[in-house]
Each structure stands twice: as structure tokens, then as C-alpha cells.
């Protein structure tokens, strides 16, 4: 059984290019968590998904950041014109149910760096 | 409003010592907590769960973790530390509505 799959696990960008970052969850897995983690720091939560739907992005930085989950592919965070201070491991996490209560399957993470 | 706070940035043990790790949440609803390891370069293993079941669970590799409501403390220990247990380690709050806050983590040390 595969499990969360990010690729790729590292990407280099220059200040304002755009970072397309992708997760597969585990398979049948439908719920699909964004996180940011600065060198030093926990986990800080970015967005929630559920197929096609954004159900909870409260911790998404209002511009430039996107993220999707469509019915067929990858989960995508997508970072226009990057900083660099968007320089993180990004990981993405799923579930087969909300993860309230339920263990999130973690991948291994994209390290972004921001020249 | 959810938060949790891991009370050592960094523990160091000697191999075949205690560990201790704390970690104190507030929550206002019935929360479920988790113990999460990071090895380096690696993404986050769960390594046990409490769901208001038990207050004492065990998880993987020894480690475990007690719920005390009136200390609103959730601390992981592991009698005896192994040097495979260097890690992050990072304490998480849930609750009913999608809450998750994951503490700043505490890097264990092993010492030979």
C-alpha cells in the first residue's frame, strides 16, 4: 500500500516564480490537509480539503497561495510569485474520514527554497 | 479557540533512561490528542491516540501517554529511551470541528 506521496520533494525558485506543489493521498482516502513548517517551528495548518471542495483554508495566506483537490489527480498547493520568506517544508497529510478525531497519514514533505 | 503547548523546545536522555515529554493543551470542547514523531527529513508517524477512551494509551515503540483532565496535560513518556528514538516530537489538539493545533515540538536527544 503506497502511502501520502508529494512530489517533487525538493523545488528551487527564484523570487517570483510560481511553486506547484502536488499530493497523492493514500488511496480511498478523500480528505486531504495542507501544512507549512519554518525551520524551528511546529506544523502550522494551511488548508483542508475534501474532493473538489475547500472546507476549512483558514490558515492560507490570503493572496498568493491556492490549493486544490480535484475529483481525478493530485491535491495541488499552488504559490504565486514566491518570497522568500514562503522557504518551508510543506507537508500534506489524508484521511479516510475527518481527521478531528482520526490519525492523518503524513507524506514526506517538499522542502521549497526561495533564491 | 484551541492551543497546545509543548513545555521543552529540547529534552536530552541517555539511552536506557526515562523519557518525559510535556505537552498541556486548553481546548473548549472534548478534545482528542495526539503524539505525532518526525525523523529527520521524514514526514509526521502517529505514535498513539487519546479519544476519550482510556486515559493511559499506549502506542508504538514502547512509548506511551496519560490524559489528566484536571491537570489538562497530555505527557508521552518511554521507560527506557533508545537511541532510534531521536526524533521531533510533536503533541496535537483536535476537536469536533476541525481544530487541529500542533505544538512547536520537542527535539529528543539520545545520548550513548
Known amino acids: 500500500n503506497a502511502g501520502v506521496m508529494q512530489n517533487p520533494r525538493h523545488l528551487v525558485r527564484r523570487r517570483g516564480q510560481e511553486a506547484r506543489l502536488r499530493c497523492s493521498p493514500v488511496?480511498?482516502?478523500?480528505?486531504v490537509y495542507w501544512y507549512r513548517q519554518l525551520p524551528e517551528e511546529g506544523l502550522k495548518f494551511m488548508v483542508y480539503l475534501q474532493k473538489e471542495n475547500i472546507i476549512d483554508e483558514s490558515g492560507m495566506p490570503k493572496e498568493r497561495f491556492s490549493a486544490e483537490f480535484p475529483k481525478e489527480g493530485p491535491s495541488i498547493l499552488r504559490i504565486q510569485q514566491v518570497v522568500r520568506g514562503d522557504s518551508a517544508a510543506y507537508f500534506c497529510?489524508?484521511?479516510?474520514?475527518?481527521?478531528?478525531?482520526?490519525?492523518?497519514?503524513f507524506g514526506p514533505g517538499t522542502r521549497l527554497t526561495v533564491l | 479557540a484551541q492551543s497546545v503547548t509543548q513545555l521543552d523546545s529540547h529534552v536530552s536522555v541517555s539511552e536506557g533512561t526515562p523519557v518525559l515529554l510535556r505537552c498541556n493543551y486548553s481546548s473548549s470542547y472534548s478534545p482528542s490528542l495526539f503524539w505525532y514523531v518526525q525523523h529527520p527529513n521524514k514526514g509526521l508517524q502517529l505514535l498513539l491516540k487519546?479519544?476519550?477512551?482510556?486515559?493511559l494509551v499506549k502506542g508504538i515503540n514502547g512509548f506511551e501517554a496519560e490524559f489528566k483532565k484536571s491537570e489538562t496535560s497530555f505527557h508521552l513518556t518511554k521507560p527506557s529511551a533508545h537511541m532510534s528514538d531521536a526524533a521531533e516530537y510533536f503533541c496535537?489538539?483536535?476537536?469536533?470541528?476541525?481544530?487541529?493545533?500542533f505544538g512547536a515540538g520537542t527535539r529528543l536527544t539520545v545520548k550513548p
Open positions: 488511496k480511498g482516502h478523500s480528505h
Open positions: 497529510a489524508s484521511s479516510p474520514l475527518p481527521a478531528s478525531y482520526n490519525e492523518q497519514f
Open positions: 496535537v489538539v483536535s476537536s469536533l470541528n476541525n481544530d487541529m493545533r
Open positions: 487519546y479519544t476519550s477512551a482510556a486515559t
